[in-house]
């Protein structure tokens, strides 16, 4: 056909034309499909750090920390914290660790002189009964829910000494080692909404899935693992109790990680916290309903801390949080500008181009050509342009991203401390502080690089047909009469 | 009105006009011009730069509108077409040689002269075949495949001429063909359109200002600031002065 061969020959024998046109696409294309790669990538970056920090599936996480209605008890210290309790709360805390709390009697451990080893579980949150774990479910926001138990099992070996000092006191006459683990209850029947996860375990496996069976199993940290030389299969003692190490987790950055997770029910008969919890990991009918999630459990359960994901997601920092604020700031823009610039060049490019054409277009009407048909034939010819830079812009794009991913730039992801009480000397039951890398990657969004190559297209079509018509509304003569 | 007798016109203009601008920047390129031609006649219109040579052609060619009075061709009034009937009869009865060739750059020899068949339905090898034919008649069949900057001038112009013909116009508007050439290739092109003119029997219209080239015409029209001042087969029964 005359028409397809006479658009080819125009691209091809005006070269740097076409290359230019093409290129001033292709570069705006490339930008959006990269910046688009980049963002998408810093998204999944920040996904990979926050999945361990929420667990599969929880939207929201409950806790009733002391000092919960205050948020200065860090600065105050561990006593200061602890005065700033109510009553009600003291006698609370008092209670659920008088039993198998840290004030004890060394003369009950042995004679003076002898070594002794004693385990003791603590908490720093207050429990509340396990029924609040089904109430909270069948909350109308709620879709399920599920209990645990955050402890601070402590092991002091050490001397009986001579004279008896009853109470924590004696703890500091240098005399005894204190060993410090932090553990975890799980509910095994709802696994997604753990303390910890299936999606954590990196060896091993998780928790079998009958409580019987895994009662005597643990999930090790795998950071606190290779620490104290655990492996999958060691028999390890937890909370003064022997425990088969079944699986390794993945380190929660930020999340309530705990150094050991064991099975929930166990856990509360080593604590002699039969019945009672000290945190619900709650999962919200939807995205939308997390809100009105959060409202519902705080009246059901005054004084409680709940904890959403956007929270967590909000004490992101690093170099990872700054990399996404750029992006969502600067990368749209970017990109916006980007796209604009290319259209701009490849417009004025091309009206630039038709008005050189100016007297050639005036030869074709004067051959008999009609007005639709030399504005076809020069619109076709920028809708080629257009996309073959849409093309190449991908193209470029693509291998920007590949780029990008073979490089692997890393991002640093922290979280700050959450001010929780800070009565918390074990640091169990609060968001720890740390620090991960995360390597970033540029997937390519399949949806904005059609999207890039389309408008690319469009950018051609309308810069020609735009330059055509006003070229071929001309009369022939006057066409004519335009120089070259 | 002037011309010959016993022959049916191809163009009759009757008081034809065309200005530019407006108010006090009007020009009046052509100025009340009335003549008519002959099917089948050789014209030259000749005259000084500025003249309105250029005007008249373009008026002939339905590449513009006159200002004022008519022009008929073949008995259809171009005033009251529209611009696609308009291109329709250019594409029909019309071809066109400029001054500059007006080759496109990008298309090679053989490919000009197929853009003036293009809007015809014709197959491609038939469209190809008549193209090949046409620059054969102007010599031109070895350079098929060339592009215009391959082409000598003379050359370019044979196209341009090959192009012309290629749809069998009833009517070829020549504007100043030899005005880019050489003396040699001047005289080429000129055998070569007046031996057209006469196998073809195609009515020529020929614009110049060189008095060699319209002293090859059968008719010589004189213009001078937009008007006709001289008519050679009219000379006797009117003499017009300059």
Do not use: C
């Amino acid at each position: 056909m005359f028409y397809l061969r006479y658009l080819v020959a125009e691209l091809r024998r005006r070269p740097a034309r076409t290359v230019l046109t093409t290129l001033g696409l292709a570069v705006g294309v490339g930008l959006v499909v990269i910046v688009g790669a980049l963002s998408r990538g810093l998204d999944d970056a920040q996904d990979e750090v926050l999945e361990p920090l929420t667990g599969v599936g929880t939207d929201l996480s409950v806790t009733r920390p002391l000092a919960a209605s205050g948020d200065g008890g860090s600065a105050a210290g561990p006593q200061g914290a602890f005065g700033q309790l109510s009553a009600r709360e003291r006698r609370q805390l008092e209670d659920e660790n008088k039993r198998n709390g840290l004030d004890f009697d060394l003369t009950k451990l042995g004679k003076p002189g002898d070594r002794f080893a004693t385990d003791r579980v603590v908490a720093t949150d207050l429990s509340f009964p396990a029924s609040q774990v089904a109430k909270v479910r069948r909350l109308d926001a709620a879709a399920d829910a599920a209990g645990s138990v955050a402890l601070n099992a402590v092991r002091i070996e050490g001397t009986v000494p001579e004279a008896s000092m009853p109470g924590g006191a004696a703890l500091h006459g240098g005399e005894f080692t204190v060993t410090s683990v932090t553990v975890s209850g799980v509910d095994v029947r709802k696994p997604g909404l753990g303390k910890v996860t299936p999606a954590q375990i990196t060896q091993g496996r998780y928790f079998a899935k009958s409580r019987a069976k895994a009662r005597d199993e643990a999930i090790v940290d795998l950071g606190y693992a290779r620490q104290n030389d655990i492996k999958v299969g060691d028999s390890t003692r937890i909370a003064g109790r022997r425990v088969d190490v079944v699986g390794l987790s993945s380190a929660a950055l930020g999340g309530e990680a705990s150094n050991a997770y064991l099975e929930l029910g166990r856990l509360q008969e080593l604590s002699d916290r039969e019945g009672r919890v000290n945190g619900i990991q709650v999962r919200a009918d939807s995205a939308d309903a997390v809100g009105r999630l959060e409202d519902e459990i705080a009246r059901q359960l005054p004084g409680a801390d709940v904890v959403t994901a956007a929270d967590l997601a909000d004490r992101v920092g690093g170099s990872l949080a700054d990399a996404d604020d750029i992006s969502s700031k600067l990368g749209t823009a970017l990109a916006i500008v980007a796209l604009l610039a290319a259209f701009l060049i490849a417009t004025l490019l091309t009206l630039s181009s038709v008005q050189k054409r100016i007297r050639e277009l005036g030869t074709l009407k004067a051959l008999g050509w009609r007005q639709r048909i030399v504005v076809r034939q020069v619109t076709g010819e920028s809708l080629v342009q257009g996309a073959l830079g849409g093309l190449l812009g991908a193209a470029i794009g693509i291998a920007g991203a590949a780029i990008i991913d073979a490089i692997g730039p890393t991002l640093q992801a922290s979280v700050e401390q959450q001010s929780s009480g800070g009565f918390n000397p074990f640091g169990q039951g609060a968001v720890s502080a740390g620090s991960t890398d995360v390597v970033l990657g540029a997937p390519i969004d399949v949806g904005l690089l059609l999207l890039a190559i389309g408008l690319a297209i469009v950018a051609g079509l309308l810069a020609g047909a735009a330059g055509a018509l006003r070229a071929a509304r001309l009369r022939p003569a006057v066409a004519l009469r335009s120089a070259e | 009105m002037s011309g010959p007798s016993g022959i049916t016109p191809a163009y009759e203009l009757e008081g034809a006009s065309r200005s530019f601008g407006e108010d006090s920047r009007r020009v009046l390129a052509l100025d009340a011009v009335s003549l008519t031609i002959g099917r089948g006649e050789f014209v030259a219109v000749f005259g000084p730069s500025g003249s309105g040579k250029t005007t008249l052609l373009q008026l002939l060619g339905a590449l513009d509108r006159p200002s004022g009075g008519s022009i008929n061709f073949e008995g259809q009034s171009l005033g009251q077409l529209g611009d696609s009937a308009l291109a329709e009869l250019r594409l029909r009865a019309m071809g066109f040689i400029f001054q500059q060739f007006n080759l496109i750059p990008t298309l090679t020899a053989v490919e000009n002269v197929e853009a003036a068949l293009a809007p015809l339905a014709m197959s491609w090898a038939e469209r190809r075949e008549t193209a090949l034919d046409h620059l054969e008649a102007v010599g031109l069949a070895p350079r098929a495949q060339h592009l215009p900057t391959q082409l000598s001038g003379g050359e370019q112009q044979r196209v341009a001429i090959a192009r012309a013909l290629a749809r069998s116009p009833r009517v070829v508007l020549a504007d100043e063909p030899t005005g880019n050439l050489d003396t040699r290739n001047g005289e080429l092109v000129m055998d070569l359109l007046a031996r057209l003119h006469a196998e073809l029997q195609i009515t020529l219209v020929l614009v110049t200002h060189d008095e060699w080239i319209a002293e090859r015409a059968d008719r010589v029209l004189r213009l001078a600031d937009g008007r006709l001042v001289g008519d050679s087969a009219a000379e006797g029964a009117t003499k017009v002065t300059p």
